[in-house]
């Protein structure tokens, strides 16, 4: 499951035991955007959460079917785009590395990885 904000990128890698059954959480991921990341798209920002989390979970999901909840729908017709940016195409040579699926969800539904992704941290440091 993957969620963004303006500020941060949440996934939350699970397995389900089987359909119907709930997903066991296995981990949790979660990074602060740079200044040039904060000013992508919201859509670039969703598969950059995607990208995020494959990286990061790289050793759980080579050689898995993994299916990925999004609660942006327009995602599934980037990857089929022809005319995308350089970073766009870089990021989908990496997703075809992967037997990924990507499934829409509702935020409501995507109630981790979306909750996650609400939470801000402090601008300011706090003095120890």
């Known amino acids: ?59 759980y999901l080579f050689s898995s079917r993994i299916v990925v909840f999004s609660d942006h729908a327009a995602l599934r017709y980037l990857l089929k785009k022809p005319n995308a940016k350089p970073r766009l195409i870089q990021w989908m040579l990496l997703l075809q590395e992967f037997n990924i699926e990507i499934r829409d969800k509702k935020g409501a539904e995507n109630s981790v990885a979306h909750q996650l992704s609400r939470i801000e941290r402090e601008s300011e440091p706090m003095p120890i």
């Open 1 to 59: 499951m993957c969620d963004t904000s303006n500020s941060a990128l949440r996934d939350v890698l699970g397995q389900r035991a089987g359909v119907g059954l709930p997903v066991h959480v296995i981990a949790y991921a979660s990074q602060t955007m740079d200044p040039a990341q904060q000013n992508y798209t919201t859509i670039e920002k969703e598969l950059l959460a995607i990208v995020y989390a494959l990286d990061k979970f790289r050793s």
